[in-house]
């Protein structure tokens, strides 16, 4: 079974970087589509940031992350990355990466991915 596990959050200045990785193990991720959601403090609801397709490599934003985030997929190491830059504080977040289980493309939303990571969190403030 897919497992996912998400590294690299931390606390940045608002304009500063990051990379995360979302890391997998149980099967090989090139199979799936991966996606990146994040949720804020307080919110309940997990946002669309960005995916990357299995079938065939494309990748989508959500439009407060387009020109600032790249995802891209290393399938050598089992390994997706997302590069956020110029981060800003509406950035502040726990940041997961998820797969659905099936047709390795991306969904709009949380509802039809079934594997998880644990998160891992982004403090953009100064």
């Known amino acids: 079974q897919l497992q996912l596990v998400e590294s690299g959050g931390g606390l940045v200045q608002p304009g500063g970087s990051l990379r995360l990785s979302c890391t997998a193990s149980g099967a090989a991720l090139e199979n799936y589509a991966i996606a990146w959601f994040r949720q804020a403090p307080g919110k309940t609801k997990r946002e669309d940031v960005a995916?990357?397709?299995?079938?065939?490599?494309?990748?989508t934003y959500v439009d407060s992350t387009k020109g600032r985030f790249t995802i891209s997929r290393d399938n050598a190491k089992n390994t997706v990355y997302l590069e956020m830059n110029s981060l800003k504080p509406e950035d502040t977040a726990v940041y997961y990466c998820?797969?659905?289980?099936?047709?390795?493309?991306?969904?709009?939303?949380?509802?039809?991915?079934?594997?998880w990571g644990q998160g891992t969190r982004v403090t953009v403030s100064s």
């Open positions: 998820a797969a659905p289980l099936g047709r390795g493309v991306c969904y709009v939303g949380p509802r039809l991915y079934d594997f």
């Open positions: 995916c990357t397709a299995a079938v065939d490599d494309t990748t």
